[in-house]
């Protein structure tokens, strides 16, 4: 954790929690913001919902912006450059019909997970999901890791740095993954390239 955003989350609170996680892991904040409650400097559902709040807006200002390219622009961009993208107009015509038919799970359940909790927002902007579905969904994942990070600070009180070490693994955990994951489908493609 960052001394001064530690410290201007006491000093401001709420307004403070929620820009940060605009920006920010919640697994960085939630766990010190239970501290806080844990110590009658916040309220637990308030910090609970300034930190919602703002991951939901971080998540879909990435959305709108994704939403503003266009998949026409995206398509473009990989008629011209997909083969050195390693990626062509059906792999993205693959990732849009996964999201059409698994949106929803993929939009909620994404923000249990570091590093996809940023990416699910781009093939939701490209469809595009309507905006109002994508808030709701992002707004429950969001509330419900941020509930689960929160109330572990909150029961562990003092001693709410216990959970780093494991939020950590989990975060490494899943980067490995989704790397993996793009790792190998980095390398089918480059197999599947005409020598």
Not at 16 to 34: K, Q, S, V
Not at 45 to 57: C, E, F, Y
Not at 172 to 189: H, K
């Amino acid at each position: 954790m960052n001394p001064l955003v530690d410290q201007a989350i006491e000093d401001y609170g709420y307004w403070a929690l929620g820009l940060f996680l605009i920006l920010l892991a919640p697994e960085a904040l939630m766990p010190f913001a239970g501290f806080l409650a844990h110590e009658g400097l916040l309220s637990l559902w308030w910090a609970i919902l300034a930190g919602s709040l703002g991951g939901t807006l971080g998540s879909t200002l990435i959305y709108l912006l994704a939403r503003r390219v266009g998949e026409l622009r995206v398509r473009t961009l990989l008629r011209q450059r997909g083969r050195w993208l390693l990626m062509g107009e059906q792999d993205l015509d693959r990732v849009l019909t996964l999201y059409a038919r698994h949106g929803a799970w993929i939009v909620a359940g994404g923000r249990l997970v570091p590093t996809l909790r940023s990416l699910v927002s781009i093939p939701a902007g490209l469809l595009p999901m309507p905006l109002m579905r994508f808030i709701g969904l992002t707004w429950l994942g969001t509330l419900v890791w941020n509930t689960v990070l929160a109330l572990g600070g909150y029961l562990l009180g003092a001693q709410w740095r216990l959970l780093e070490p494991y939020l950590g693994l989990y975060g490494s955990l899943a980067f490995v993954l989704v790397l993996a994951v793009v790792g190998f489908y980095l390398l089918r493609r480059l197999a599947e390239r005409p020598g």
